[in-house]
């Protein structure tokens, strides 16, 4: 059974960085793709940037474009999410994802329906 465990939350204030990593174990994560989703209070849960099997092809959404990179380390099964310049809207729960029905997928997955596995998610506050 995959557990994936998330840290490296915490409060920020705005203009600041956090780094969150998800460590899987169980199981060697390095055939599937990884994403990084969020939650803010009384919304819904939306995708943030996803990397794929082999780490050299990430893909984010447009908020998050140019302050936050996805990264992974397959032979630490991590994947990590540098989080700069963050904004109090990026204030939310994180949480990290694995796609476990597929393998060497060359596409991209934004939606949280694609996903199998989810971790506990992280607390990133972020004040003004």
């Known amino acids: 059974q995959v557990q994936l465990v998330e840290s490296g939350g915490g409060l920020e204030q705005a203009g600041g960085s956090l780094r969150l990593s998800c460590v899987a174990s169980?199981?060697?994560?390095?055939?599937?793709?990884m994403g990084w989703f969020r939650q803010s209070a009384g919304k819904e849960r939306e995708f943030v940037a996803t990397m794929n099997w082999s780490g050299d092809r990430p893909y984010y959404a447009d908020s998050v474009k140019g302050r936050f990179t996805i990264s992974r380390d397959n032979a630490k099964n991590t994947v990590y999410l540098q989080m700069n310049s963050l904004k109090p809207e990026d204030t939310a729960v994180y949480y990290c994802?694995?796609?476990?029905?597929?393998?060497?997928?060359?596409?991209?997955?934004?939606?949280?329906?694609?996903?199998?596995?989810w971790g506990q998610g992280t607390q990133v506050t972020v004040s003004s």
């Open positions: 994802a694995v796609r476990t029905r597929s393998i060497f997928d060359s596409d991209y997955f934004t939606g949280s329906s694609e996903y199998d596995m």
């Open positions: 169980g199981r060697s994560l390095s055939s599937h793709a």
